[in-house]
């Protein structure tokens, strides 16, 4: 008997899972194992859209019988090695015996593993073992003709397993028992049965470096999981042959009843269900050099007692930085101080997951109404400082359009955008550590330094956190009068004599006045001190480069508005054109700007133009017809697609109408997941033609001469705030901090 005669006879059964098992099997090739995957990720994927009730069971019976014809042409294929014998008939059902097959007993007829499955992958991985006990012989056979999975083929596999008995992995068609205590379990590998992976992903490691070192955090998100927080944290290793073993479990000592292989291959953390029933949630991120590289979110329905139900337990891909990871990328993104993610709870809530150096783990959660009330307080400040007033842009003045040296007009926006920063701050250490001393002490120590600092936003997340504004030095917020602050007398020495802000110790993290409760010092704002960055998911995109390389010169397209409105166009042009390290091209109308955006070597796109909103759509203006606009879609529409060079988007958009950091998304997205643009640069709020134009000039000095994007516009902050001008902290990095241009 062959393999479709096998599939065929386990189909007829209704073995549907046992099906995807036998397949995975005998597959010889690793891209027909990965077809195998994919089917069985749209099967379990349609199991939990007739469970959620979102479709019919019509629908889902002509799905059923969509996925049962691909089962069974894969297992038509020649690319599947023809078993020696048959697999015994699970229990109470009989297999009509074949001529000349041996027929190996009963099935154990449960979901589980023996120690005999794990045997040693230091090599080459093991495909999964079914559940048919007769399958297991068949290891010895394929062992020379076995090929060995690529390491950007490894499969995050996830689920729970009961605390007494942790070799045997919880069903994912079976509730937890309200109360109880079980093992949530990761393991990277090729794919296993009893995976609750939705869509079974694989971390991105191919070329990662040497032996590199991945940590696992596991985050409980509501009251429906208790977990350990000194046994929150496991590592793995990744081995040189691409294989993945534990180099340090969550629990110590040690005190699990699983085989020595199993201890190696497996990260074990110990959770206890919630008392009563309802659905419990986790959230388990995989860290490398401190960087956030996957995010999963894991459900699990709690029940009174164990009760079948479709897709009980499952966990979901929700982030990721990239499909795959080079070592030069890797290395290029330098190790972060600290990585958090902002996730979107419930309609009504934010939840943060905070990660950083030296296992620095915290977590918090927001209502919609007090990040609402952050965003509200820190853009009102920056416009405050901007034109006067905390409401959306009306054609008012620009403040500092003399760039008169005015250090009270400096010193009054600063103690107020301190105020509102610091209680920003608070808000968010209070959130994950209570009014106790130690946290806020942990946090502030591990941030005192420049570093890099990543903000992820999960996919739903529907706000962009001001982090450049957040301010931690201790300040007296609650004094009436900002006459009771006064400037750090560091950096005003620094200021007034025009020394380097960049090299005075207070942005080294070495303020002298830091622990004064009256005292402001711009090197408290996140913005002026750390290098951040906010990369966009590109789960669905395979890339998230570190480097953005080039021939002879960058090629950076320019695309303009050219209304006379913009009185600081033809100068600011002009100095562009003067700089001979850079390729520059400019387009100066919609046609010539989708022309400029279809080159394929393009290392920078730079947008000096007006923005807005239209039918809830965001919109850029170049040229100067105001009913030529350039729309998110367009990219898509226009094929605009940079698989080669993977530009930095810069928009400047001056004098925009409401295009908000949420709106600016929209953009972001299209950039980066449609057209495989490296990041996009944004604004907080309206930003005003001189203040674009001295921004994005420190900003390019840097950039184009290989300094980081973090870096540079870490120090184009600080070279606007040498102006008497706190502004720079408007300007977002929709980016990996990291990001730098390199010639081949």
């Known amino acids: 008997m062959d393999i479709k005669a096998i599939v065929l006879r386990l189909v007829a059964d209704d073995q549907i899972k046992e099906a995807f098992d036998a397949l995975l099997k005998y597959a010889v090739a690793e891209r027909y194992r990965q077809d195998v995957m994919v089917i069985s990720g749209k099967y379990r994927i349609l199991l939990l859209d007739l469970q959620y009730g979102r479709i019919t069971p019509s629908d889902y019976k002509q799905r059923r019988t969509e996925i049962i014809n691909k089962i069974i042409d894969l297992a038509g294929r020649t690319n599947f090695q023809k078993p020696p014998f048959i697999p015994a ?31 040693d992958v230091e090599s080459a991985p ?133 085989s020595a292989e199993m201890f190696e291959k497996r990260l074990f953390f ?46 979901e891909l929700q982030y990721s930085l990239a499909s795959t990871l080079t070592a030069k990328q890797l290395n290029a993104y330098r190790e972060h101080k600290l990585s958090v993610l902002l ?7 934010h939840s943060l997951q905070i990660f950083g150096s030296h296992q620095y783990k915290k977590d918090a959660s927001f209502d919609e109404g007090t990040i609402s009330n952050t965003l509200r307080e820190i853009r009102g400040g920056l416009r405050l400082a901007a034109w006067g007033k905390e409401t959306e842009y009306q054609n008012e003045p620009y403040l500092y359009e003399s760039k008169a040296k005015n250090l009270d007009q400096l010193s009054a926006h600063l103690f107020m955008l301190a105020k509102r920063g610091y209680n920003f701050y608070d808000a ?90 009256y005292v402001v010092c711009p090197s408290g704002f996140w913005g002026y001190r750390h290098y951040l960055g906010m990369p966009h998911s590109v789960k669905d995109s395979p890339f998230a480069p570190a480097e953005i390389f080039y021939s002879d010169k960058p090629e950076v397209a320019v695309a303009t508005w050219t209304d006379v409105d913009f009185k600081y166009r033809v100068n600011h042009i002009n100095n562009l054109k003067a700089w001979n390290n850079i390729n520059w091209k400019f387009a100066e109308d919609r046609k010539s700007t989708i022309n400029l955006l279809k080159d394929k070597q393009l290392s920078m796109v730079y947008f000096y133009c007006h923005g807005g909103m239209s039918n809830s759509f965001p919109y850029l203006l170049v040229g100067k017809d105001r009913n030529e606009l350039i729309v998110p879609s367009l990219i898509r529409s226009e094929d605009i697609f940079w698989e080669d060079s993977h530009p930095l988007v810069f928009i400047n958009g001056c004098h925009t109408t409401s295009l908000s950091p949420e709106q600016t998304l929209n953009f972001v997205s299209a950039f980066v997941e449609n057209a495989l ?66 010639k081949k």
């Open 428 to 517: 968010l250490v209070n959130s994950f550590a209570g009014p106790g001393r130690a946290a806020r002490k942990a946090l502030e120590e591990l941030m005192r330094e420049p570093g890099y600092v990543q903000l992820v936003l999960q996919k739903g997340a529907r706000q962009v956190l001001p982090l450049a504004v957040l301010y931690d030095h201790p300040l007296d917020a609650g004094v009436p009068s900002m006459k009771s602050y006064r400037l750090c007398d560091t950096f005003r020495t620094a200021l007034e004599q025009n020394q380097p802000l960049a090299e005075c110790s207070c942005f080294q993290g070495n303020c002298p006045s830091r622990e004064d409760r």
């Open 343 to 349: 996730s979107e709870s419930d309609q009504e809530s």
């Open 126 to 258: 093991e495909a999964p073992a079914t559940d048919y006990e007769g399958l297991e012989g068949l290891e010895g056979l394929e062992s020379e003709e076995k090929e060995v999975l690529p390491p950007n083929q490894r499969i995050v596999n996830t689920g729970f397993a009961p605390k007494d008995t942790p070799q045997f992995p919880s069903p994912d068609d079976v509730t937890l028992v309200a109360g109880q205590s079980y093992f949530f379990w990761l393991e990277v590998g090729v794919l296993l049965k009893d995976t609750i992976e939705v869509r079974p992903a694989s971390l991105p490691t191919e070329h990662l470096p040497d032996e590199a070192e991945l940590e696992v955090a596991l985050y409980a998100m509501g009251d429906g999981f208790q977990i350990e927080e000194a046994a929150s944290i496991g590592k793995l290793k990744l081995n040189k042959n691409g294989t993945v073993r534990v180099s340090q479990q969550p629990m110590y000592p040690p005190q699990l009843a699983v």
């Open 270 to 315: 110990p959770v206890q269900a919630a008392a009563k029933e309802g659905r419990g949630l986790l959230k388990c991120n995989i860290y490398c050099q401190g960087i956030l590289v996957q995010s999963r979110e894991v459900r699990a329905e709690i029940a009174a007692q164990t009760k079948p139900l479709i897709a009980a337990l499952t966990s």
């Open 677 to 742: 643009c490296a990041g996009v640069i944004g604004t907080e709020i309206t930003i005003f033609e001189q203040l674009a134009v001295d921004f994005s000039t420190a900003f390019f000095k840097r950039f184009t001469n290989n300094v980081p994007v973090g870096k540079a516009i870490r120090d184009a902050r600080l070279d606007i705030l040498q102006q008497y001008n706190p502004l720079g902290l408007v300007y977002i990095p929709f980016v990996i901090s990291g990001l730098q241009l390199v």
């Open 89 to 119: 008939r699970p229990a109470n059902k009989d297999y009509e015996s074949a001529e000349g097959a041996e027929s190996s007993g009963s099935s154990r007829g449960d979901n589980h593993y023996e120690d005999d499955d794990y045997d």
